[in-house]
């Protein structure tokens, strides 16, 4: 398959390659090698219709050390506000010879309709509360990398389970490895099916991360969220958040984890973002290398 739509249709063995080329591309940046030639011949557009930070440079950045010609595109400063559709949008990229679209979209399932649509390697940067699998897959070489192995760890990811990608994507990839996961956060942002996913439900944070090895901390999508969807923000953080005093009172260290953007004094204090059990921005140097080994996999079946 020429495209990453989600870990929904990725088995173990593509996890591990993926891992295991990631591991030589981040030995390469290490050595302060910044650019290798893989791919001077393919062009990739990276179509944003959502805001990002993270995502959008990492996979810019991604590309470029592998001396693709990249292409940016932002939604907000372009012909959709005029009304053009998605497919001519896409469709008019691809005839400058665009070889791959790196793709966000509010809309679930965008990436999978665009793959049906358009002659070109898809990458789902993030499909509106449905999948965002390259952060799945940084968050779990994340893992790896501070923990040895995901098999057989204790993963709980909190906060607005219902309405996050990261959620989902992440519950897929830690099971497909052999993570026990559960998911902790008010009942009126978790999803009705989530027990059908084989992930435990757990609403007390306390519980929760002394089950766990690596809590997984994630915002509130206010962009997503119905007024009827309470609790309040401070609610929230009374019952949701964790502080170093909450750590501290723990007979063991957790690693902390956090896809971003944060939202400080929310569901994370700044005195634990900025702790030594945070990993926070080693998910972020690694989601270079993790998305430089999606893109040179893709690609070698362009080429
Ligand atoms: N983690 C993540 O997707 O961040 P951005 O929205 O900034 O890309």
Not at 78 to 99: A, F, H, P, Q, R
Not at 117 to 145: C, F, M
Not at 183 to 207: A, D, Q, W
């Amino acid at each position: 398959v020429n495209h990453l739509l989600g870990i929904k249709y990725l088995n173990e063995s593509d996890i591990q390659l993926i891992f295991e080329t990631a591991d030589h591309f981040k030995e390469v940046i290490n050595r302060s090698i910044k650019k290798v030639p893989s791919l001077r011949d393919i062009t990739i557009a990276n179509i944003f219709f959502e805001n990002s930070t993270r995502t959008k440079l990492s996979f810019e950045l991604a590309e470029k050390r592998l001396s693709a010609d990249v292409l940016n595109f932002s939604a907000s400063q372009s012909s959709v506000k005029k009304g053009e559709t998605l497919i001519d949008t896409v469709n008019n990229i691809l005839s400058m010879k665009v070889d791959m679209v790196v793709m966000r979209h509010s809309n679930p399932g965008a990436g999978i309709f665009l793959a049906k649509h358009v002659k070109a390697s898809i990458i789902n940067a993030g499909d509106g509360a449905h999948e965002h699998p390259t952060q799945a897959l940084l968050d779990s070489y994340s893992i790896r990398e501070k923990l040895g192995d995901v098999a057989g760890k204790n993963v709980v990811i909190v906060g607005d389970i219902l309405h996050s990608r990261v959620a989902l994507s992440n519950i897929f990839a830690l099971k497909l490895q052999g993570a026990n996961v559960k998911v902790c956060g008010p009942k009126t942002l978790m999803p009705k099916y989530i027990e059908s996913l084989g992930v435990g439900v757990e609403m007390n944070l306390r519980k929760a991360l002394e089950w766990c090895d690596v809590a997984n901390m994630l915002r509130i999508q206010n962009e997503r969220l119905d007024i009827s969807y309470f609790p309040t923000t401070r609610e929230y953080t009374q019952q949701f958040g964790v502080n170093k005093k909450l750590l501290d009172s723990l007979d063991k260290e957790i690693v902390i984890m956090h896809p971003g953007p944060i939202n400080r004094g929310v569901e994370i204090t700044s005195d634990v973002a900025d702790s030594k059990q945070s990993i926070i921005l080693n998910q972020v140097e690694n989601g270079v290398a993790v998305r430089m080994a999606v893109i040179y996999l893709l690609a070698s079946k362009i080429k």
